[in-house]
């Protein structure tokens, strides 16, 4: 499988995920920190075997790395690519998780209520770990800035590719902000009706859900002792009636599906300008476009007016599962995988992962000019798009759920049926209908 498209099915692994984890659900606490109760801290004696699952490739060779330089901690990697959530959902259920696995940061919440984690606060080097990452990824993997529930591990932050020799055929400059991007949209339109700025895909919940990041759209928080949704807030309606008046002129795609054989063809054959992506899809056009090398380059993405935040697509950590034995091996292997420069680099290399460890941004690759976008430091874009992005941004305990009626619903909308605005309202009804069939306490509204 090439690396491409591994990349784009680990950026929405959480929407197609299996139902096996919501057989978890039925009987769950309300209390998003559910969680099982932390085993001891203290070093195990004698010789352990950890398990670690996850979906990156390469990822047994980074392992080696470590079990090479640890004998008395040995761990053993699996890759549950093709059923991430459904792997892990049926192993929690059966009584038989493994110590580590890698959860994407949307799935946290949902896992946590179901009580899959356990707290590894508990392990000094856990807490004192929340220095070496980005700080928004921290806060994706505690709550309430309480409980380490997981090690971050890589990130999706958003910045716009264009195509330069198109935005340059046409007297057009790379848009700072989005009113700039429509003007450009109507512009690129209007001089070649078979040219389209970018598309917008309603089955990619993901993606649609880094926009409302970036619009810092606070569709969840939690208080006393309830969650509060805002699924349908007014920044998100910002972001839904965007989208839905350049539909609504034709300015852009509905008929294309990220990384499709159809999407290449339509940047193949020049029909459309740009893509809106994350730091992991940096090779999706040179590995797919080879002939298009020299014809790109990575802005940052558009903002609303002034406001220089950005937004997340995709992304992992590496999480403490209940049942777990070997706390403080898992911490000591956790931490090191992902803030050890040499591993780092190689999980970079074999498997693309963009890292949330600030040391992580600093390895040569990421600082040095990608030849493919004729040589430019692309990663410094994505480096400032990190430091852009949100801390305080929330997922809800059923995301897959809510992201599951809110693809169906854009769906729609883009086929004539309904807006992407009332799109909104139905996720947000979802999300308390579902929030409600868990007993997890919920209200509407901030």
Partial sequence: ?????????????????????????????????????????????????????????GMDQ??????????????????????????????????????????????????????????????????????????????????????????????????????????QKYGLQPPKTWAEYATDAQKLHAANPKLSITFFDPNNAEWFNGLLWQAKSDMYSYSGNEWHVAVDNAQSKQVADYWQNLINAKLVRTDLANTTPPMYAAYEQNDVATYIGAAWAYSLFRDNLPDQSGKWTVVPLPTWGSDTSSGDWGGSTVAFMKGSQHLYESVEFNTWLNTDPQ??????????????????????????GVPYYGNQKIFDVFADSSKNIDTAFTWGPTQKTVNLALQDAMAKATAGNGTLGGALSTAQSTALTSMKQQAIPAAAGN
Avoid: H
Wanted: proline letters at 6%.
């Fill in 62 to 167: 980074v392992v080696a790395l470590w079990n090479k330089e640890n004998p008395n901690v040995q761990v053993q990697t699996k890759n549950i690519s093709n059923d991430q959530y459904g792997t892990i959902g049926n192993a929690l259920k059966a009584g038989t998780a493994p110590d580590l696995a890698q959860v994407g940061y949307d799935e946290l919440p949902d896992l946590r209520t179901q009580g899959a984690f356990v707290d590894a606060s508990a392990c000094s080097a856990a807490v004192a770990a929340k220095s070496e990452f980005v700080p928004w990824t921290w806060s994706q993997a505690s709550f309430g800035g309480t409980g380490v529930f997981a090690i971050p591990q890589d990130t999706g932050p958003m910045a716009l590719f264009v195509r330069s020799d198109i935005f």
């Fill in 1 to 57: 499988m090439s690396l491409s498209l591994t990349r784009a099915r680990r950026a929405g692994v959480a929407i197609t995920a299996a139902t096996g984890v919501a057989l978890l659900g039925a009987c769950s606490s309300s209390a998003p920190s559910n969680s099982a109760a932390a085993p001891s801290c203290a070093p195990a004696k004698g010789k352990v075997t950890l398990q670690y699952w996850n979906t990156v490739p």
């Fill in 343 to 368: 591993a780092l680099a190689l999980e970079n290399k074999l498997g693309g992962l963009y890292p949330a460890a600030t040391a992580g941004l600093k390895i040569p690759a990421l600082s040095q």
